[in-house]
Structures are given as structure tokens and as C-alpha cells.
């Protein structure tokens, strides 16, 4: 089982390393990590290049691009990996996670889409809460403004790229990772959810859902909902929160995780969780 991996990068190089770590130590795969950097000063560039050049598996590309999911979709074209996905410079594989992938899409050849369970952090890599997947649905993605799942811990099969053009949309600047669900819905592509941890999710406060541009997507993504979803977008909600109930999204035993922190970049640090919990409190 083969897999690319895009990371979009624009003057997050602090971050790419952390997040390059995360992806150079998985075992039991083969892999391609691709970078797609939207360009930096021929300073910064012959850094970066000497930085990346010990990596074996790690292909950058330093070029112009149209915004993160332009970025995203010129790696996945690049890519030859059967098995894709897409991890921003924030955010981490935790260890043995692609080989968990790996094996769940060979056992389950039906599957294109997995989602697997993300854990949020702190910038300095603390605990902040966990984010158990659930696959989207088509009222909730639009009406709750939030989706069932990280991408973080998002992977597909190559097919749905070729089969179904799931390629990004490139009129989204914010939010294509909803409009996607919702194509890959439409397209009733079989999905399915992985219940483990696979990749950590670092709120910045800065992250791009939280920009003016997401809010208008996001309002306008409401506004093009059906009217009975809009009208019931409480009960769309409450429902949604029963199946991650069903799902035991709100409760986890203690357990540990183990990430590169600003601290510790050469180096995986260990974070035990005595207290889970499946709240985040900035999202809701």
C-alpha cells in the first residue's frame, strides 16, 4: 500500500519541520510526502532546500499557486501513491498511523474514503480535546458550520481523484473541505471510520476556518442548504450529536500521545491525558 502525502505550505517553515518529523518516522508504509510551498525569499528557498535534501521520501516543490487547496491539488497530481491525503504544516501523524490506514484499506477494498480520530493541542503541543470522526452527512455539513472529521485524518484512494474528480474546488478559499464532503456524498463514494487516534490538530487561533473568508463561505454555505435543514438546523445538530454519542465521542479512557513540540523538534515528546474530553471549547 502506497501513499502520498500533500502538505501546502506558505512562511510556515517552523511548523513544516515539526510536521515533516511526523511524517519521515512512520514505519510499515511506502510513502511519498510532498510539499507544495507557494513560494518564499531565494533565502528562505535554499534554506528550506537544505533543510529538506536528508529526507529520502520528501519531494519539495517551491512554485506560485492559487491558495491552499491549489497548492493541495498540484501535490496530489504530482503524487503516484494509491492511497492520498493532505496534512497542513500544524498539524502531525502520530506514530503507527499510516500503517493503521494501510491496513484497514487493504482489508476493506470496498472503502475509498477512511476517517480516522485526530486529537486537538496546544501550540506547545498540550492536551486540548479529542475529535473522535463520524462520516459527514449532507445537512449537517452545511447547516452546523462544522464538519464530522479533521482532514488531518482524512485519506482516500486515489480512484475517487480519477474516478469522481475529487479533486478541490478551487472557488473555496476557506472551506473546501466541506464543499469535498459534499461532493463525495453526492458521488456516493463509500466512506467509512477508522476509531483510532491517527493525527494531532494544533489550534493557533489563527487557523484558517477562523478567517472572515471561512465566516462568509461558511454563511454562504448555510444559505445554499435546503430550507427544511436551515429551519431544523437544531435538531440537524442534535442529532449529529447522538450519533457521536453512539459513537463515544464524549467519552475516552486515560491515554497518552506522543508529537514533536516547538521544544522537542528532533524528538517525539509524550502527553498523558488523565482527564479526555470530547469538548472543544473554542468550536463548541
Avoid at 510551498?37 to 521520501?57: I, K, M, N, T, Y
Avoid at 488531518?152 to 480512484?159: D, I, M, Q
Avoid at 476556518?209 to 454563511?219: D, G, M, N, S
Avoid at 437544531?234 to 453512539?246: D, E, K, N, P, T
Wanted: net charge positive.
Amino acid at each position: 500500500m502506497t501513499f502520498t502525502i500533500v502538505t501546502p505550505s506558505f512562511h510556515q517553515h517552523d511548523w513544516l519541520r515539526r510536521c515533516v518529523a511526523s511524517v519521515a518516522d512512520q514505519t510499515g508504509v511506502d510513502f511519498e510526502h510532498i510539499i507544495q510551498d507557494g513560494g518564499c525569499s531565494p533565502e528562505a528557498q535554499a534554506a528550506l532546500e537544505a533543510w529538506a535534501r536528508p529526507f529520502p521520501r520528501l519531494r519539495l516543490h517551491i512554485e506560485k499557486d492559487g491558495g491552499m487547496y491549489d497548492a493541495i491539488n498540484r501535490g496530489l497530481r504530482r503524487g503516484t501513491g494509491k492511497i492520498c491525503a493532505y496534512l497542513n504544516c500544524d498539524e502531525q501523524y502520530l506514530p503507527g498511523a499510516l500503517a493503521s490506514v494501510g491496513e484497514y484499506f487493504a482489508a476493506h477494498p470496498e472503502t475509498d474514503v477512511l476517517f480516522g480520530d485526530a486529537i486537538v493541542v496546544h501550540e506547545d503541543g498540550r492536551y486540548l480535546c479529542d475529535r473522535k470522526a463520524l462520516t459527514p452527512q449532507r445537512a449537517h455539513s452545511m447547516v452546523s458550520h462544522n464538519l464530522s472529521f479533521l482532514t488531518c485524518a482524512l485519506f482516500f484512494r486515489r480512484r475517487v481523484l480519477e474516478r469522481d474528480d475529487l479533486y478541490f474546488d478551487l472557488g473555496f478559499r476557506a472551506i473546501g473541505d466541506v464543499n469535498w464532503a459534499l461532493r463525495a456524498l453526492q458521488k456516493k463514494v463509500r466512506m467509512a471510520v477508522l476509531p483510532r487516534f491517527v493525527s494531532t490538530f494544533t489550534e493557533t487561533g489563527g487557523n484558517l476556518c477562523l478567517q472572515p473568508q471561512a465566516q462568509q463561505e461558511i454563511r454562504a454555505m448555510f444559505q445554499s442548504a435546503p430550507a427544511w435543514a436551515r429551519v431544523l438546523r437544531r435538531l440537524v445538530v442534535a442529532h449529529f450529536r447522538l450519533r457521536r454519542l453512539l459513537r463515544g465521542g464524549y467519552s475516552q479512557a486515560p491515554y497518552a500521545y506522543a508529537i514533536y513540540t516547538p521544544d522537542n523538534p528532533s524528538q517525539r515528546r509524550v502527553f498523558r491525558v488523565e482527564h479526555p474530553t470530547g469538548r472543544w471549547k473554542t468550536r463548541g
